[in-house]
């Protein structure tokens, strides 16, 4: 049985033309309606700095932050991840292949606007 999460970390990007205010909606119900998620922390930043990584642990309560295995790197190419991984923090789960959150998002508000 899987253990429930007390919370989840949303990293979704934001964007300024209205398309993509929609998407970041839809991205954010779809994470809110996962049964296990209580709680989604929205407006993170792309780069998890200590001062916002530590607001996670002691102000939101979170264990760990999880990332699919698939690569998450920054402008500069280093690890997004790094200092949650320095802090023994991290946990990473097997990504779904062919699974994406975008496609289903996208598929969501063409079936939203057809109406």
Same mark, same amino acid.
């Given at each position: ?6 919370? *989840?970390?949303?990293? +979704? $990007?934001? $964007?300024?033309? @209205? %398309? ?18 209580? @709680?989604? #922390? ?5 780069? #998890? /700095? @200590? %001062?916002?990584? /530590? $607001?996670?642990?002691? @102000?939101? /309560? *979170?264990?760990?932050? *999880? ?23 991290? $946990?990473? *789960? ?9 496609? +289903? ?11």
């Amino acid at each position: 049985m899987m253990e429930r999460l007390r919370k *989840i970390l949303a990293k +979704i $990007k934001k $964007k300024d033309d @209205e %398309e993509e205010k929609g998407l970041y909606a839809c991205r954010v119900v779809m994470v809110s309606s996962v049964k296990w998620v209580d @709680e989604v #922390i929205t407006d993170a930043p792309y780069a #998890i /700095n @200590e %001062e916002f990584m /530590n $607001k996670l642990f002691v @102000e939101h /309560n *979170i264990d760990y932050i *999880i990332h699919g295995d698939d690569p998450c790197l920054l402008p500069d190419g280093s690890d997004a991840y790094a200092l949650a991984k320095k802090a023994g923090r991290y $946990k990473q *789960i097997k990504r779904t292949e062919g699974v994406s959150s975008t496609d +289903i998002v996208g598929m969501l508000l063409a079936f939203l606007f057809s109406l």
